[in-house]
């Protein structure tokens, strides 16, 4: 293929927001802030971006090296994503609660050249930058030097090529970013996404979420994190909507604003949505604007979902679910389904094909628990200079995912637990999942989560550990009895222990291996 080929067939992330400006270049495509907001049109950020991907190349950044981002949410973070798509660089999200070791084993494994920071987050980057090898720290914003400034720059030459002389125009099948995973139960694993995947998964959600120019979206959820990024900021810029922006979710702002501006669609993890359907704002707020209700990345209680049904009883819910490694959309369950299968996560999205499978790797009837398996062209590469854990994933034709679901005959999926969460009882298998949701029916329970504990008679223990609401004052043995009118008995919690909170990860994913070692 010539150059000039390739060039007339690029298909890359970038390409998103470049055919969306060429549509509609005056659109607003961009409001960043909840307070004096800074708006940009189609146009102005496509043209941002592409001054910002020249600057980089310029300060020395070749082909293929890796820029981590570290910082919130903001206009420049986006910029950055976009503008390493653009001049061929692999962009690392870095979760910005990280510091110390584990922010430097992120910069360190993944081989960071540069980074991309937020002022306010300089001192822990500077703490662990000694042993690294990174040669460019740029601020992201808010300083004097900052990639903002490169990419709105008033003398930058709009037609000055983003590549050197005689580069190849950036293809479909480069890495354009390095997702890492969680890390709940081990070292996280930084996910080779290329541009043809995500590409492939953009389009998945917009046909499976029905996402479109007039959705008018808030986007409070962290941008290094998959979802917010790949489910729903880019795809919403590549159908031209008007995208709010906001730097952190904070319920009583989110509420404000969804009045405030008319706003017709919102997505937050079941971590937000759980106080959010808790806070006296949700009664006061004129939230009749509000179309779409989205919800992944983590499971969300059904009492919680049904609690919020009644109280938004016009707004239509979607539940998403999937994992990084499938950049990360795999199957939806869309509004009209709800009412028939709280519970289920959906079926497939456009470009996945999935799979239930046994131990032996053969397909488990309907109804029945295995592990679900994909092939899709949204997949990763594999792991980053991970070669064992890639072989481990990617076995016989198909990802594993590590998730234990139940697949009914019309192909809706419902995850029962990871499979390392599974509390093996007596010889009897019990899904944490099944006890929480019945301990989140008790009007006094803010958060839970069940595992299983050592135990010399049971093997596992089904332990409960929960957080109250403000005010509350049940005791632990009111809270099995309770368990216990919904339940079977072997399923009921042989302990409840009390807590302020519970511990997650930076990502803000739960920690079971940590309560597994039992009360602190």
């Not at 539940?319 to 959309?329: A, K, R, V």
Request: with cysteine; glycine share 8%; proline share 7%.
């Amino acid at each position: 293929m010539t150059t000039t080929t390739a060039a007339a067939r690029a298909h890359t992330v970038d390409g998103v927001l470049r055919r969306s400006a060429a549509r509609t270049p005056d659109r607003t495509a961009l409001v960043f802030g909840a307070d004096d907001p800074r708006t940009w049109t189609y146009a102005q950020l496509d043209r941002a971006v592409t001054h910002a991907a020249r600057g980089l190349r310029e300060r020395g950044l070749d082909r293929g090296d890796r820029v981590a981002a570290y910082g919130t949410n903001s206009d420049a973070y986006l910029v950055g994503y976009l503008a390493c798509a653009r001049a061929g660089l692999v962009h690392v999200p870095v979760n910005y609660a990280l510091k110390g070791e584990e922010l430097a084993y992120l910069l360190g494994q993944s081989g960071a050249r540069a980074v991309l920071v937020d002022p306010a987050l300089r001192a822990d980057l500077d703490a662990v930058l000694e042993d690294l090898s990174v040669d460019l720290v740029l601020a992201l914003r808010d300083a004097d030097d900052t990639l903002l400034a490169l990419a709105t720059d008033p003398g930058a030459d709009a037609d000055a090529p983003v590549l050197p002389a005689g580069e190849a125009p950036v293809a479909e099948d480069e890495l354009v970013q390095l997702l890492y995973t969680s890390g709940t139960t081990s070292r996280p694993k930084g996910a080779m996404m290329t541009h043809r995947a995500l590409l492939a998964e953009y389009v998945s959600a917009i046909t499976a979420l029905d996402l479109g120019p007039d959705d008018d979206p808030l986007h409070p959820m962290p941008l290094y994190h998959s979802a917010q990024m790949h489910v729903f900021l880019l795809p919403s810029l590549a159908v031209g909507a008007t995208n709010h922006l906001v730097e952190t979710p904070d319920v009583p702002t989110l509420l404000r604003l969804v009045e405030e501006r008319g706003l017709g669609s919102l997505f937050l993890a079941p971590t937000v949505w759980v106080p959010l359907a808790g806070h006296p704002d949700l009664a006061t707020r004129d939230l009749s604007s509000l179309r779409k209700a989205f919800y992944g990345a983590s499971i969300m209680p059904v009492p919680v979902l049904e609690r919020l049904q009644r109280q938004l009883p016009g707004l239509g819910f979607y539940n998403c679910f999937g994992q990084s490694e499938i950049g990360p959309l795999a199957t939806v369950l869309r509004p009209e389904e709800h009412a028939e299968r709280p519970d289920s996560c959906g079926r497939a999205v456009l470009n996945v094909e999935l799979a239930v499978l046994d131990g032996d790797g053969a397909p488990v009837p309907a109804g029945e628990q295995g592990e679900v398996v994909y092939r899709s062209p949204q997949l990763c590469e594999g792991y980053w200079d991970d070669p064992t854990s890639t072989a481990e994933a990617f076995r016989d034709g198909w990802f594993h995912s590590g998730d234990l679901v139940t697949v009914d005959a019309a192909g809706y999926l419902t995850v029962v637990d990871r499979i390392k969460d599974v509390i093996n009882t007596g010889g009897v298998l019990v899904a944490s999942r099944e006890v929480e949701d019945a301990l989140y029916t008790h009007p006094d329970v803010a958060e839970v989560a069940v595992v299983g504990t050592p135990d010399e008679r049971w093997i596992e223990a089904v332990t409960a550990y929960v957080v109250l609401r403000d005010g509350a004052a049940v005791t632990p043995e009111a809270l099995v009895a309770h368990a216990r009118e919904r339940l079977s008995g072997f399923k009921t919690p042989k302990q409840v222990h009390l807590v302020g909170t519970l511990p997650r990860n930076a990502s803000g994913k739960l920690l079971k291996r940590v309560l597994r070692d039992g009360p602190a």
